[in-house]
């Protein structure tokens, strides 16, 4: 059991730092959208010319580019977060992981609503099709992340009474 542990924070320890160089390129993306949609703004033409889109096509696509980007950010974060209290921690079983997972379900939960009005803003039409796909694969990736926060909440009540034994 303690070979499995030490195996996992291992894993974890080169998983965090794999996650971080993720987190800081997304946060970086951001960065440069947002110039270059400032700068779009500031002077119109410059930057959506350069890409052949009109003004207000690049600023949604850019928008579109933002909001994604921050919800990977997000996901990013929280994995990186979960990875680093695991092997920093006695046990990978705390209720600030399960908090953790429950965001992440939240954001894919979350993201169809926010993402859809945007696709529809670049593309001008969504087929009946292209938003059960989205919903779909979002809300399936929402309920892998909540039944693994329930598997940690559990893992969480075995530690306690683990603890409580000894």
């Given at each position: ?57 690049f600023i949604a696509v850019v928008g579109f580019g933002i909001v994604v ?65 989205l919903s779909f694969s979002s809300v399936l990736m929402a309920a892998i ?22």
């Amino acid at each position: 059991m303690d070979n499995d542990l030490g195996r996992l924070k291992a894993l974890c320890r080169g998983l965090f730092f794999v996650l971080l160089l993720l987190t800081v390129i997304i946060a970086m993306g951001i960065c440069l959208l947002v110039s270059g949609a400032f700068i779009e703004i500031d002077s119109p033409g410059t930057v959506s010319g350069e890409a052949g889109l009109s003004g207000e096509e690049f600023i949604a696509v850019v928008g579109f580019g933002i909001v994604v980007m921050v919800v990977s950010l997000v996901v990013l974060v929280m994995l990186m977060n979960i990875a680093s209290a695991i092997y920093r921690e006695y046990s990978p079983f705390t209720i600030k992981n399960v908090k953790r997972l429950e965001v992440i379900a939240l954001t894919y939960l979350l993201l169809p609503v926010v993402i859809s009005p945007m696709i529809y803003a670049v593309l001008g039409e969504l087929t009946a099709l292209e938003i059960i796909l989205l919903s779909f694969s979002s809300v399936l990736m929402a309920a892998i992340f909540y039944c693994l926060s329930l598997v940690f909440r559990y893992g969480c009540w075995l530690q306690k009474e683990s603890d409580e034994t000894l």
